[in-house]
């Protein structure tokens, strides 16, 4: 019996977004649409490409179109539980800069706060 390869961890590691399209985002959709629309791996199919990001995050596919579509009528926000499934697919580590952004902390006070918690 043959084995499937993880689509997603196939994919090169994801980078950072510049820290100045970070700041002019307001909202968290706004990240999300940005990484989606900025995706490294873009066949030019977007229906395509939102249908194999579903298959690979366990999403439902009609849900997707709406979290990543930006003229949608009925948007949804991508759930917290797929953020690091989107951000390998994408290429982007977008959603999680937004986070940290509104959350005013950066990667390295939060491994400060842990070691000072332990």
Same mark, same amino acid.
């Given at each position: #019996? %043959? !084995?499937?390869? /993880?689509?997603?961890?196939? =994919?090169? $590691? *994801? *980078?950072?977004?510049? &820290?100045?399209?970070?700041t002019?985002? %307001?909202?968290?959709?706004d ?5 989606w629309?900025n995706?490294?791996? &873009? +066949?030019?199919d977007?229906?395509?490409? %939102?249908?194999?990001?579903a298959?690979? +995050?366990?999403?439902? !596919?009609?849900?997707? +179109?709406?979290? =990543? &579509? /930006?003229?949608? $009528?009925?948007? #949804?926000? =991508? ?11 994408? @290429?982007?580590? @977008? ?7 509104? @959350?005013?902390?950066?990667? #390295?006070? %939060?491994?400060?706060?842990? !070691? &000072?918690?332990?």
């Open positions: #019996m %043959q !084995r499937e390869m /993880p689509f997603l961890d196939a =994919l090169p $590691k *994801s *980078s950072w977004v510049a &820290n100045s399209i970070v002019g985002w %307001q909202t968290y959709r990240a999300v649409v940005w990484c629309q995706r490294r791996r &873009n +066949s030019r977007e229906i395509g490409d %939102q249908s194999m990001f298959r690979s +995050s366990g999403a439902h !596919r009609p849900h997707v +179109s709406r979290m =990543l &579509n /930006p003229h949608t $009528k009925a948007p #949804m926000d =991508l759930p917290p539980d797929l953020t690091p499934s989107f951000e390998a697919f994408t @290429g982007w580590r @977008g959603v999680t800069q937004y986070m940290a952004k509104i @959350g005013h902390t950066t990667v #390295m006070e %939060q491994v400060i706060a842990e !070691r &000072n918690a332990a």
